[in-house]
């Protein structure tokens, strides 16, 4: 019923930049929250930065004042501008939207399918 379709992710040297993309299509009345995660091997996922339908944002402490999260409430689209990238932030990073479906008035949340992001030292 939703799609969510990341793009932008890739590999970038340490201090580099790059800019992250979600797309939500289908069956959507409206969207709430919409957020990017991320998450390495072996350990759980973790949010990194979200935005309420209102444009209110909370960060993972470790990006702040590096990473911006905005939205596009006419395009269904989510951003995640990266700057100053660290090894650390190596990850595959998702998208979440919290979508209230035409058909139901229900919420629910959808996930992307991931892209990967590589800062290498």
């Known amino acids: 019923q939703v799609q969510l379709v990341e793009s932008g992710g890739g590999l970038v040297q340490a201090g580099g930049s790059l800019r992250l993309s979600c797309a939500a299509s289908?069956?959507?009345?409206?969207?709430?929250?919409m957020g990017w995660y991320r998450q390495v091997p072996g350990k759980q996922r973790e949010l990194v930065a979200r935005?309420?339908?209102?444009?209110?944002?909370n960060y993972l402490s470790s990006v702040k004042g590096r990473f911006t999260i905005s939205r596009d409430n006419a395009k269904n689209t989510v951003y995640l501008q990266m700057n100053s990238l660290k090894p650390e932030d190596t990850a595959v990073y998702y998208c979440?939207?919290?979508?209230?479906?035409?058909?139901?008035?229900?919420?629910?949340?959808?996930w992307g399918q991931g892209t990967q992001v590589t800062a290498s030292s």
């Open positions: 289908g069956s959507i009345f409206s969207i709430n929250a």
């Open positions: 935005i309420t339908s209102g444009g209110s944002t």
């Open positions: 979440k939207a919290n979508v209230v479906l035409t058909t139901t008035r229900l919420s629910y949340d959808y």
